[in-house]
């Protein structure tokens, strides 16, 4: 007997275990299939090719070239979301999705330097080395100093690092 003075149930007690079995092994393999894209889109599951379109958006460092930084993981996950929000700018202009984030980046991260901004664009913004085949590091550089003169970015960063030294001199 088990703790308590209770018993485990057995097949005798569940009669409808073997139906419960199987409608679980039937729901089993229609998820398998549907995370391979077997499933037609009336399913629900995405097809297959459509997920690798989806995944070849963003162009990736090299492999053997370290890990994506923070900050480009950061800066892929915000281009994702305002490419979802507006689908006809992958068709038009990608460089102004780029000023964009890399905009609301400087804001967000006060601390991160250009060279932190520039290395999120390369390993972050959406089919760069497509895009600017040859002249990617120019690109970034250019997008991240024009973001940075921006004067909006320039109080946002200035008063955090007010801030920030605010904050160290009230403990020291």
């Not at 379109?53 to 460092?61: G, H, K, L, W």
């Amino acid at each position: 007997m088990a703790a308590g003075g209770l018993r485990p149930p057995t097949a005798i007690d569940t009669p409808e275990a073997p139906a419960i079995l199987a409608r679980a092994q039937v729901r089993a393999t229609q998820n398998r299939r549907g995370a391979a894209g077997e499933r037609d889109d009336a399913g629900g599951a995405e097809p297959a090719r459509d997920q690798a379109t989806r995944r070849a958006a963003f162009s990736r460092p090299p492999a053997g070239a370290g890990p994506v930084s923070p900050l480009g993981r950061e800066y892929a996950h915000r281009a994702q979301r305002l490419l979802e929000r507006y689908p006809n700018a992958a068709l038009t202009d990608l460089h102004r999705l780029d000023w964009m984030v890399t905009r609301d980046m400087a804001r967000a991260h006060p601390e991160a330097s250009k060279e932190d901004l520039m290395r999120a664009i390369q390993e972050g913004s959406p089919r760069i080395e497509e895009r600017k085949r040859g002249h990617v590091y120019d690109y970034a550089e250019r997008t991240t100093r024009y973001v940075l003169l921006d004067p909006n970015v320039g109080r946002a960063r200035g008063e955090a690092a007010r801030m920030a030294n605010r904050e160290r001199d009230r403990w020291f």
